[in-house]
């Protein structure tokens, strides 16, 4: 069984349109995060959630939107897509709290805008 | 706010070798994780080897093994007996103990290994 997944794992769409990647989580974690990564690699957290409620909240435009409808769940909405938006999107989920545990990232949605 | 920094984009080491990644970081924090992720071609993101700054003890995890030098602010990754499958990227990272999880990473290391 996937631990985490992301569907889907590839997305080509045109500039202007609006999208939505979707992740899940089966392993009953509290906290689930969306990392972005760049086309030079570059790893950058945009948001976390805990228990369905927003905890961090990076510098990011608010064309981006994300959806947690319950703890195994988080969606990430994009609007008005821009070229800028194209890179790897990575969810991850960890039981959350201070401890040193271990995030588990799903397979990554690989944006393409046109 | 935190930084890490791989100081070396791309790393080339010989089936069985040893190879050694560098990471630094810069905080205030007194307690604090440091990770090494690994992504193969095939981009997932795998955990290699963790460390609690607290601990002086380096960690080890079966071929992996980490030089925590916290005076330093230095965390380096050594492979040892280096196979094709570790073939990746490399990503060394922080996560403040305060911080929901929230990791910082660095640009990367590419690590080739050649038969």
């Known amino acids: 069984d996937t631990a985490v997944s992301q569907t889907p794992k590839y997305l080509v769409t045109q500039m202007g349109n609006d999208k939505s990647i979707k992740c899940e989580q089966n392993l009953g974690h509290d906290t689930m995060y969306w990392y972005k990564q760049d086309s030079k690699k570059f790893l950058k957290i945009m948001f976390s959630y805990n228990n369905k409620e927003l905890i961090i909240n990076e510098t990011v435009p608010n064309r981006f939107s994300p959806k947690s409808p319950d703890k195994a769940h988080l969606n990430l909405h994009i609007n008005s897509l821009e070229l800028g938006d194209s890179a790897v999107y990575f969810c991850?989920?960890?039981?959350?709290?201070?401890?040193?545990?271990?995030?588990?990232f799903g397979p990554g949605t690989r944006l393409t805008v046109l | 706010a935190q930084t890490v920094t791989q100081s070396q984009p791309e790393m080339s080491v010989q089936e069985a070798e040893t190879v050694t990644l560098s990471c630094t970081y810069d905080?205030?924090?007194?307690?604090?994780?440091l990770f090494w992720y690994k992504q193969p071609p095939s981009r997932q993101m795998i955990l290699v080897i963790r460390q609690e700054a607290y601990k002086q003890q380096n960690a080890t995890e079966n071929r992996f093994s980490v030089n925590f030098q916290k005076a330093a602010k230095s965390f380096s990754l050594k492979i040892s007996d280096s196979q094709l499958g570790d073939t990746a990227m490399y990503f060394c990272?922080?996560?403040?103990?305060?911080?929901?999880?929230?990791?910082?990473f660095g640009a990367g290391t590419q690590v080739v290994v050649t038969p």
């Open positions: 991850a989920s960890s039981p959350g709290g201070a401890s040193i545990h271990e995030q588990f």
């Open positions: 990272a922080f996560r403040a103990t305060d911080s929901w999880g929230k990791l910082q």
């Open positions: 905080t205030s924090e007194s307690n604090y994780y």
